[in-house]
Structure formats: C-alpha cells, structure tokens
C-alpha cells in the first residue's frame, strides 16, 4: 500500500520561500508521474505542480516562474521549492499520483501573510 507524507509547511511573509518534502513509500515512485496538489479554504483541490519519471515538468500559471517541483528517486521523495510566496498560496499542500490518484495524505499547512 502506498504512503504519502507530506511535510515542511509552515507560515510566511509575503516574498518569503519554502520547501516542501512528500515522502513515499513503495516501489512505484520511481517509474511514475509525481504531482503537489493545493486545497485553499472554500475551493477545490488543484494541481500545481507535476513531474515526470524522467524529469519533465510543468506548472499552473499561477505559479510558474516561482515554484520548482523536483524529484530524488533514490530516496522516493519528491519537492516543491516555493518562492516568492503570495498569500493566495495559503493552502494545504498534498503531493500524488497524478494519472492514478492514491489514498491523499495529511498534507502540510502553508500560510503566507501580507
């Protein structure tokens, strides 16, 4: 069965940078597309971030040229790096399996302040 743990949320000032970590357990990681998900008070969880198994990225407009999302197959976790953060990045942050969604984990809290 496969876990995912999210983890380094946290609050922030306006223009201030995160990372985020997404442990998963099992053998799929590596061969596998990765995704971080956000879910803002009030709106629908959306996809922010994806990764191929090779490496090939993209992003939502709304954060493209400020989050970096990466991947470290050796120790099946994969990474946002969030800069420049806005408060409409407020959100709980979930990272999954964007072509077969599995069991969504706690996610990690990012507050950005103004």
């Known amino acids: 069965q496969v876990q995912l743990v999210e983890s380094g949320g946290g609050s922030v000032q306006a223009g201030g940078s995160l990372r985020l970590s997404c442990a998963v357990s099992g053998t799929i990681f590596r061969f596998n597309a990765m995704g971080w998900y956000r879910q803002a008070p009030g709106k629908q969880r959306e996809l922010v971030a994806d990764i191929t198994s090779a490496g090939s990225t993209n992003y939502a407009d709304s954060v493209k040229g400020r989050f970096t999302i990466s991947r470290d197959n050796a120790k099946n976790t994969v990474y946002l790096q969030m800069n420049s953060l806005k408060p409409d990045d407020t959100a709980v942050y979930y990272c999954?399996?964007?072509?077969?969604?599995?069991?969504w984990g706690q996610g990690t809290q990012v507050t950005v302040s103004s």
């Open positions: 999954n399996f964007p072509n077969f969604l599995r069991s």
